[in-house]
């Protein structure tokens, strides 16, 4: 009979037995595996075994992803069977390269993928002898090493371990840090694979444009060097520079604040008159073209006349009166009612609208009025204002401009015309006074006045015998 103690001791070594022995048969055996689950095969055809061995390791990405299960001679190499994880994907456009971890031995299989595209590595896939290596023996490395020694007198092995010595001797720290820097570039640049072959790959349309600038370049490089040489000539200057260039500045500086409550405006109304001179380009460089030329002419017409006695010789010129020849221009402006006397000295308000000229545009009367102003924007296009220029509206006159027929401001187009603000006095002056008319005696030159005196003046009513327009023009003796 068993007592209770014993029973309860039983089913723990019981269950303890079974956890162990599936602990055993699934961690350690891999039962499943020896049945295929969790596991697919590949085969990897190789030149040569490599040292490569059963139950080696396979790699990928540095990782341990399965092993070896079998190495076996075939008639064009050898062939090994790789058993790799389920859970891990890898992609079948790779390369598998034959390793060793030591110097001693320990080949292992590392597969390197091309790229990330493409299927992925599947039960029964075979990856050929193409995409595949192995290292070289160490036996031929040894033996090509002792031959490259042996080479070397041994005068000359001994005095390269001395400068090898004298080189890094005492270095260890610093090529310890650069070996751990290589490896961790090494590291990072494995896990930028594929961003560090598409530099590769682009670097080449950069490359070739460096090869085709390279006159270019060599021409900067020149002119980079001629300027280093001028500086090292003009050292005295550049160093005078320096010192004084400070005190300078600060003068600058100075004069900017003492200009600085009207340099802002200043440069504000520049930039309207920039603005201004940009639209205006092509006129101000016609100026500068033909001024020049009218300044020679000026010049040459005044050459006949350098030995004239005069203190300031004048230029050859025919002086024809034309008189009234054209008329003057006075459609557009004021009615005649509205114009002020000479003797008015006061300003009156502008009336609105523009006054010019408004006659034809083909009209012989002011030919170089502001009806003809070119339009600077609109090549080919004339009108008076800015705002008819850079519009679709043509120019309209207000009449023929034949005066002739009464009061030039008639308008045909029924054009408004500029007028004075009302209220406005006429003239300028407020109302005009009557004028005074009284009978004048020619024989004896007297007159009535308007305060009931009679004044005498002879030379009001002069002959007009021997008058010619000749006399009238020519000033009293």
Known sequence: MLTKRIKIQLALF???????????????????????????????????????????????????????????????????????????????????????????????????????????????????????????????????????????????????????????????????????????????????????????????????????????????????????????????????????????????????????????????????????????????EQILVLEPQIVASMQGAEVPNLDNPRPFPGIYVNFNLNLNDPPPCTTGFLPKEQLSPPAVTSIPDRPAGDLYCRIPQDARNVVRGTRNLPCITRPGKRAPTVKMCESDEQYVPLNDGDYWKGDPNATDTGQAVPQLPPGTPQQGQGPTPPAAVVQYDPATGSYPAPDGNVYTQGDLAQSTEGKTWQNMMTPPK
Do not use: C
């Open 14 to 284: 019981g269950v303890i037995a079974v956890v162990a022995g599936a602990i055993m048969a699934f961690g350690y055996i891999r039962v499943p595996a020896m049945f295929g689950v969790g596991h697919y095969t590949v085969t990897v055809q190789l030149p040569d075994a490599g040292g490569l061995y059963a139950s080696g390791n396979v790699t990928y990405r540095g990782t341990e992803v399965g092993r070896v299960t079998d190495v076996r001679v075939t008639d064009s190499g050898v062939e090994a069977v790789l058993d790799l994880n389920s859970d891990i994907k890898i992609p079948s456009n790779l390369d598998a390269q034959v390793h060793s971890t030591s110097a001693i031995g320990e080949q292992y299989v590392a597969l390197l993928p091309r790229n990330d595209d493409g299927p992925a590595l599947k039960n029964g896939d075979v990856i050929p002898i193409s995409r595949t290596s192995v290292p070289p023996p160490i036996g031929q490395l040894l033996d090509a090493a002792n031959r490259g020694v042996k080479a070397i007198p041994q005068g000359n092995v001994k005095t390269v371990i001395d400068e090898s010595y004298t080189a890094v001797g005492g270095l260890g720290p610093e090529i310890s840090r650069i070996v751990d820097g290589s490896t961790q570039l090494a590291t990072d640049a494995r896990a930028n694979l594929d961003p560090l072959l598409a530099l590769i790959d682009r670097a080449q349309p950069v490359l070739d444009s460096q090869t085709d600038s390279a006159d270019s370049i060599r021409a900067w490089a020149a002119h980079l060097a001629d300027l280093s040489r001028q500086v090292k000539t003009q050292d005295a200057a550049v160093t005078g520079l320096l010192q004084n260039g400070p005190a300078a500045a600060d003068e600058g500086r100075q004069l900017v604040d003492r200009l600085k409550p009207a340099l802002p405006i200043l440069l504000a109304n520049l930039v309207s008159i920039g603005q201004v001179a940009v639209v205006y380009q092509p006129a101000l």
